[in-house]
């Protein structure tokens, strides 16, 4: 997820307010980090990314030229081979065997047709960010998103980050709330997992339940470690009752590739549902710690399927 302006003559990154880019809010040119995707891309053959783009940008062709610069239109899939009315996308293998491998949406509509862009809110719904986007029991759409239902919208990108950004309490936040939420908007959006899952800090290492915590912070508290106070805090704010982002990224994924509550249960050729683990078809309110993020080879399945977990701290509110 990027945000784009004009500033400087160039398309910068930038978080900013009004429509404008300024000294004091740019990031950096939008090709340094277009260039960073060119590589990974490269190095990856078998690898797909989507670029969401909060877009501000105004100047004729701009995103085209930001684009061509970094030398990323050979990986370009094409808005005209893009789903509408919530159908299927091409499978996996199908874009990489194509090298179709980079998927870009706009926030403006009219760069559809001008620059060839997809329109986001034609392909995806999103629901609200920020704090009206935590609150327990609720998933409302983000105001240009169409509603969180429209099953005419084969995507789903889900927010799930406060208003202001808070890495001492972001592992609380990615831990059990952030399955909880997950499981809410699955039952908003039509019963349909996200495909994209939007947190801030999701390197934040959050590996131990709540009552590890406290007897660790109970050793802690002795008189032998009063100097550690600066630690401690941190330890209690860090305290995770979950496995993380990426435990929510392999629920979602187990959920879309063979309807089980972690991609750890996908076989080859597994009828779908039939889940080798007793009790691991999901929505579940428990969840083991293991991961197997970025060990499944998925690459038969449909595009919708796909997950990512964003980095959300510059997104534009």
């Known amino acids: ?19 404008n880019c300024y000294n004091y809010t740019a990031f950096t040119p939008a090709t340094n980090v277009l260039t960073e995707v060119r590589v990974f891309l490269e ?13 501000y940008v105004r100047s004729p062709n701009g995103l085209t030229r930001a684009f061509n610069a970094s030398g990323l239109m050979r990986f370009w899939f094409p808005v005209s081979r893009m789903p509408r009315n919530g159908q299927d996308w091409p499978t ?9 491998r980079l998927v870009v949406f706009t926030s403006r509509a009219s760069k559809e047709s001008s620059e060839r862009i997809a329109y986001q809110w034609r392909y995806m719904v999103e629901n609200q960010y920020g704090d009206s986007g935590m609150r327990a029991g609720s998933c409302p759409n983000r105001s240009e998103s169409p509603a969180m239902n429209t099953t005419t919208r084969s ?8 208003s202001t950004p808070s890495l001492t309490q972001s592992c609380r936040h990615n831990s059990a709330p952030l399955i909880s939420m997950m499981n809410t908007c699955y039952e908003v959006a039509g019963r349909r997992w996200p495909n994209f899952i939007a947190v801030d800090y999701y390197r934040v290492f959050c590996c131990l339940r709540k009552s590890y915590a406290d007897k660790l912070v109970q050793d802690l508290t002795r008189p032998v470690f009063s100097s550690m106070n600066l630690y401690l805090d941190t330890l209690i704010l860090q305290r995770s009752d979950g496995g993380g982002a990426p435990q929510a990224v392999d629920t979602a994924n187990g959920q879309l590739v063979c309807g089980c509550a972690n991609i750890a249960s996908c076989r080859e050729n597994m009828t779908f549902g039939a889940c080798e683990v007793a009790g691991d078809i999901a929505p579940s309110g428990e969840f083991n710690n293991q991961t197997s993020l970025g060990q499944f080879d998925s690459r038969p399945i449909r595009f919708q399927w796909l997950i990512g977990v964003f980095l959300m701290a510059g997104m534009s509110l």
Do not use: K
Request: charge should be negative.
């Open 1 to 19: 997820m990027l945000d784009m302006y004009d500033f400087n003559n160039d398309v910068w990154l930038c978080h900013s307010f009004r429509g």
């Open 43 to 55: 190095a990856n053959p078998s690898e797909i990314i989507t670029v969401i783009i909060e877009d």
């Open 92 to 100: 996996v293998d199908d874009m990489v065997q194509n090298n179709q």
């Open 155 to 162: 995507l789903v990108l889900m927010n799930y980050f406060p």
